[in-house]
Nanobody, 118 residues
Framework: EVQLVESGGGLVQPGGSLRLSCAAS????????MSWVRQAPGKGLEWVSS????????KYADSVKGRFTISRDNAKNTLNLQMNSLKAEDTAVYYC???????????WGQGTQVTVSS
């Protein structure tokens, strides 16, 4: 079965750093565009960042540009998000997403909680 498992979340102080990972299985990971999407308490889903199937391009939401870095390792079927200079407004559940438009597939992980607080 298709699985996306996020890890690395936790409690961190403002200005701190955290690295999230997403382990993928059950599909051809290298063929999919990967994204991080987050949801703050009581809020809707907010797109954070995306990376192309071959890691040839990356995109970031304005709110995280310059602070977050998305990466992938197709040999290990993993997606990562390095988060630096964290702010209270970054507090959310972070979800890993895999999408391939030609097949209409859209897969989601269970999410990992990130809490930024002093």
């Amino acid at each position: 079965e298709v699985q996306l498992v996020e890890s690395g979340g936790g409690l961190v102080q403002p200005g701190g750093s955290l690295r999230l990972s997403c382990a993928a299985s059950g599909f051809t990971f290298r063929a999919y565009t990967m994204s991080w999407v987050r949801q703050a308490p009581g809020k809707g889903l907010e797109w954070v960042s995306s990376i192309g199937d071959g890691a040839g391009w990356t995109k970031y939401a304005d709110s995280v540009k310059g602070r977050f870095t998305i990466s992938r390792d197709n040999a290990k079927n993993t997606l990562n998000l390095q988060m630096n200079s964290l702010k209270a407004e970054d507090t959310a559940v972070y979800y890993c997403n895999a999408k391939i438009r030609t097949f209409g597939n859209d897969y989601w992980g269970q999410g990992t909680q990130v809490t930024v607080s002093s």
